[in-house]
């Protein structure tokens, strides 16, 4: 049982695995600062005989300083987190060389398209697999996501790839894979009763063995 | 003597009368007339597409090799299997079967549905087994009946029933999405699903002519039209060709 | 200096001639309704909590029979083990009954009814056959809710958030009249608040007593006061979605359905539109009331009473526009992700003002631990905890991975729970006298308060370890996964700390039914506090005040150098005290 994140599986997997971090570092001195502040009064202020409170109605410098440190730092984050955002969720953020893959969402399972030999989604030699998404490692890899019925979510935790499938839309999701392995692939979107085994398995497979992989594949698919 | 000649016409005439009022259809003599015939196809068999159940490995496991999507089954002697034959019409206006009491079962094993079309009376009971032990749902996409969707996550049964007569009622399971039957509510006993060897028989059927209709579900629907009588059995066979 | 006893002096009410009827089944006394809602509410809070072991046990033991689950039908639990539908139906119920029938009418139908006329100095609402509308509405919504778990095919299941088209659609979700009668109830419940709504802002802004300047309002007051706003402007949003949603489901509309020319989305930016406000609502009554019991508790003025007064309003106001960060994931334009993360993080900044003003005013304190101090102190230490999880899901690209997990199950309930539910029992407790004319029990209160604060934090803090790990929401059965089978252990581990914290939960309605009856009589001003309710026997009579009072400082003047005793109260005039310049409101 991981007490962190998962296995980095993926090029974002290290930016998104980062700022988790830094947001870790920032919220954790605030919670420090808190949770022991708040501890120490309570133990030093408690009501004592003959202790007397300090009659104050605050101080206009301490609400300046605890209202513009925590300002200047959200905005910082802000800056931050929407340079990661851009480049992972932008609209021109999928790479040209993409590999295309085409999923289909429905209750409860995956379609999960591959483009075939051409590598050209579209085309005759295109095939649905179900549950099996198999994508090369290094290379980027989009995903076009539709969905049948209901509102469905493709998430793969080790790639920290998430999209809802939605209907009515066609929607893209990119991805570039690094470690070679087999993973999981889950629903992140309540769809119905099944919504719990809308599972797929995901391999991450070296170039030749994609080939490889492709042409079988290829071949049992077709009738 | 006359007057007791007339008592007695009038009460034979009442006896007559009451017995023909209280008269119940007559049961099929002997079990009735039977029709029966076989389902031939012509043309190219189609390949049928090979189910892959590598997500599901309690499946997988239970078949030596691939197994293939059901939709045309096509028999070793060149007959179809799985078609459903029934009568549509013809039965007098107060014939009335009543529902068994034990039901008909549909069994979900090896992720797939055992038998693959079937016949059930209106009010009979369909238990609805699950022995692969794991998620299946069931989803009856009926629409004379009340539709309904039901999951069940372990060995189970569920029993359902129908109230009206609907031909067909497509079941699926949505976690499994090659698993598909068809299911075919009759108010009367009179139907049958052509089997391997393509055959059916339709028995205990009160004298009458009948149109029985034999549906496939992707050849469609044909119908012939058969006179029986006492016990008699006549032959009527179909013939579907591949598309 | 002088003391308090003996300058304080208002003219109670004593002439009540109503039928029992009319004085408590159909009663139009704000302090009645507010007694009302706060039974009915309490008994959802049960409701909601019943549905919540049954959903932990299934996840510490997925497809094992429940204890007494033999009394549920085949239909949700054959031989007592929890069907994939009837969980979805658990978790939408549980969410659905907790904010709608517990915690929003827990802090405003009890508190805004109760509080208001009482520390404005007035005699009653200002509408109060609209207040009785207000109760009974939401009493029939409550109805009609709880008989959607008895329908045929069962209760709606899409989730508290009922993401169309699977709410829309009964071939999608397999519910029928369940899904309609959600969306029934949710309507009538809309309505409730909106009457309720109406009365809190007339009333605090034409009824306050002589010399209650907009600034010299306790802070509950000023929080009841905003989030009246907030559920004005935003529950007709829900009640319009609803009317949608009713539609689709029985008349043929397509709103929702995007087969026929409608959109999915739509339902999601006005559940939403709405949603954001009202988790405000969840909250900012609860901050209100905390902060009357820590200044209080900590014998101190609160520290920064204006900069709180605008951090509530400044919370209220950017809460309307960061309702797009529930829906980062949901294929909207990537640019409006930008733009609700910056209103998003901008907003954790007037929570974090109050928080450090809570500190400050506990800082060089002479703190008193009652119960209700407890439970607030603890509200400030576990709602930065939810409040700091929440930077995270600002954040879109952690987001993206952190959405529809455990994780957002952490923090919704560090601010409902450790906020707003333990401000609750904070609050509770401390008007009770005035309710009721009785204490409850500080020995038991104290059992609650401790062991309820461990129990949740084993319950709750797990969750975030989860949702780190991938787990997602809604899962009936998680060791489906193989990468989430070893979490296990965890999900147990939690069910079993539920199950204790669900059990401690006794204690508190044992500890309140129980000193209706026989608590200790409860004398004027128990907590020794300043606010206008205290000048009041207890309980407070009907109509309050013969003649209302006189408001002479602001409701935090504890340790003042002006007074003998540790408080003085609004309403004691002290020699060095002029009468306000402001006339009494007509008629009173």
């Known amino acids: 049982m991981h007490w962190w994140l998962p ?65 200047v730092t959200m905005v910082a984050l802000g800056l931050i987190s929407n340079h990661y955002w851009v480049k992972i969720k932008g609209r021109h953020s999928v790479p040209a060389n993409a590999y295309p893959i085409a999923i289909h969402a429905k209750q409860f399972e995956w379609q999960v398209t591959y483009p075939g030999a051409d590598g050209q989604l579209g085309t005759p030699d295109d095939f649905t697999v179900r549950n099996q998404l198999h994508v090369p490692v290094g290379r980027p890899v989009v995903v076009h996501l539709s969905s049948e019925d209901v509102i469905h979510s493709f998430f793969v935790p080790v790639f920290r790839v998430k999209q809802d499938a939605v209907p009515g839309m066609d929607i893209n999701a990119w991805f570039q894979a690094t470690v070679p392995g087999t993973y999981e692939l889950g629903c992140a979107e309540l769809c119905g009763l099944g919504h719990y085994r809308m599972r797929a398995q995901v391999v991450v497979h070296t170039q030749d063995d994609y080939d490889a992989w492709m042409k079988q594949a290829a071949q049992e698919a077709s009738p | 003597m006359r007057k007791l000649g007339a008592v007695a016409a009038t009460g034979a005439v009442l006896a007559l009368a009451l017995a023909a009022w209280t ?4 049961p099929p003599a002997q079990g009735g007339g039977t029709i029966s015939g076989k389902v031939k196809f012509t043309g190219t068999k189609p390949a049928m597409p090979k189910i892959d159940m590598t997500e599901e490995p309690k499946c997988k496991a239970k078949y030596q090799g691939v197994p293939t999507e059901e939709t045309v089954v096509v028999n070793a002697n060149g007959t179809l299997a799985n078609v459903f034959v029934y009568v549509k019409s013809g039965l007098p206006g107060s014939y009335t079967a009543p529902a068994p009491a034990g039901p008909v079962t549909l069994d979900q094993d090896g992720c797939r549905y055992h038998p693959h079309v079937l016949g059930i009376q209106v009010g009979q009971g369909l238990a609805i087994k699950n022995s692969d032990g794991i ?30 007569p609907e031909v067909m009622v497509p079941l699926e399971c949505n976690v499994h999405g090659w698993m598909h039957a068809w299911l075919g509510v009759l108010p009367h006993p009179f139907f049958g699903v052509s089997g391997a060897d393509g055959s059916f028989t339709l028995k205990g059927l009160p004298p009458g002519t009948y ?33 | 200096m002088t003391t308090v006893a003996a300058t304080a002096h208002t003219t109670p009410a004593h002439h009540d001639d109503r039928s029992f009827i009319r004085k408590y089944i159909f009663s139009t006394d704000h302090k009645i309704i507010g007694i009302q809602f706060l039974f009915v509410s309490l008994f959802f809070l049960l409701v909601g909590g019943l549905l919540a072991m049954q959903m932990r046990w299934q996840l510490a033991y997925p497809g094992q029979p429940m204890p007494g689950g033999g009394i549920l039908p085949e239909s949700m639990a054959p031989g007592g083990v929890i069907l994939p539908e009837y969980y979805i139906q658990l978790v939408t119920m549980h969410g659905t009954f907790m904010v709608f029938f517990a915690i929003m009418p827990l802090l405003v139908g009890v508190f805004a009814n109760f509080l208001i006329p009482l520390k404005i100095g007035t ?38 958030t009922m993401y169309a088209p699977l709410s829309a659609r009964h071939d999608y979700s397999g519910a029928s009249l369940g899904q309609e009668l959600w969306s029934v109830s949710i309507i009538l419940v809309g309505l409730s608040s909106i009457l309720g709504s109406l009365n809190y802002i007339t009333t605090i802004i034409n009824n306050r007593a002589p010399g209650m300047t907009w600034f010299r309002l306790p802070l509950s007051v ?6 009246a706003i907030l559920g004005l402007l935003a529950l007709p949003v829900l009640s319009g979605a609803a009317i949608m949603l009713l539609f689709d489901q029985i008349i043929g509309t397509h709103f929702f359905d995007p087969g026929a020319g409608g959109q999915a989305l739509l339902w999601q930016h006005l559940f939403w539109f709405f949603g954001h406000p009202e988790v405000y609502i969840l909250i900012l009554p609860a901050m209100g009331m905390v902060s009357d019991i820590i200044a209080n508790g900590s014998r101190k003025p609160i520290f920064g009473y204006h900069s709180m007064v605008f951090a509530i309003i400044a919370i ?50 002479n703190i008193r631990f009652h119960v209700p101090m407890l439970n607030a102190v603890a509200f400030v230490a576990m709602f930065a905890i939810g409040g700091l999880s929440g930077i995270y899901m600002a954040a879109t690209p952690v987001d993206m991975f952190i959405h529809d997990t455990y994780f957002i199950v952490a923090h919704l309930h560090y601010v409902l729970f450790g906020g707003s539910l333990f401000a609750l029992f904070g609050a509770i407790v401390y008007w009770y006298p005035k309710m009721f004319g009785r204490m409850m029990s500080e020995r038991w209160g104290k059992v609650h308060f401790w062991l309820t604060f461990v129990f949740y934090n084993l319950v709750f803090f797990p969750m975030h370890i989860l949702g780190m790990g991938g787990m997602m929401r809604r899962l009936y059965d998680p060791s489906q996964y193989k990468f989430l089978q070893p979490y296990q252990p965890m999900n147990v581990f939690i069910s079993i700390s539920a199950f204790l914290l669900f ?56 340790s003042s150098p002006q007074a003998a005793e540790d408080y003085l109260p609004q309403y004691t005039k002290l020699p060095t005290d002029r009468e306000p310049a402001r006339a009494p409101v007509a008629g009173h």
Do not use: C
């Open chain 1, 7 to 71: 296995l980095k599986g993926s090029t974002f997997a290290g930016e998104v695995d980062g700022l988790f971090l830094a947001i870790t570092i920032i919220t954790g001195i605030a919670f420090v600062l808190v949770e022991v502040g708040l501890i120490w009064f309570v133990v030093k202020y408690r009501q004592r005989p003959g202790q007397k409170a300090f009659y104050t109605h605050g101080n206009t410098r301490a609400e300046v300083i605890w209202t513009t440190i925590p300002a």
């Open chain 2, 23 to 26: 008269r119940q259809p007559s």
């Open chain 2, 135 to 164: 998620l299946h749902n069931i989803k009856a996409k009926a629409k004379a009946n009340r539709p309904f969707n039901i999951s069940q996550p372990s060995v189970m049964t569920s029993t359902k029933t129908f109230d009206k």
């Open chain 3, 503 to 558: 059990a401690t939960q006794l204690i508190f309605f044992v500890n309140f039914w129980w000193s209706l009856k026989k608590g200790k009589l409860a004398p004027q001003n128990p907590w020794h506090d300043n606010g206008l309710e205290w000048s009041l026997p207890s309980p407070a009579p009907h109509g309050n005040w013969e003649k209302v009072p006189t408001v002479y400082r602001g409701p935090y003047e504890f």
């Open chain 2, 211 to 243: 149109t029985i209709e034999a549906w496939h579900e992707r050849y469609g629907a044909q119908t012939a039209s058969v006179t029986v009588a006492g016990s008699e059995t006549k032959t009527a066979d179909f013939s579907f060709a591949a598309k």
């Open chain 3, 222 to 227: 000023w929080s009841l006061f905003i989030t």
């Open chain 3, 316 to 365: 209220a106001f950017l809460g309307w526009i960061v309702w797009g960060h529930h829906m980062f994931m949901s294929g909207m334009n990537p640019t409006l992700g930008s733009s609700f993360m910056v209103s998003t993080l901008v907003i954790a900044v007037p929570s974090a003002v109050k928080v450090f003003n809570w500190m400050g005013t506990m800082w060089r304190g």
């Open chain 3, 123 to 160: 005699h009653d609402m200002a509408f109060p056959r609209i207040n009785m509308w207000s109760f009974w509405s939401f009493f029939a919504a409550g109805l009609v809710m709880l008989s959607s778990l008895f329908v045929p095919d069962g209760a709606a299941r899409a989730g508290w």
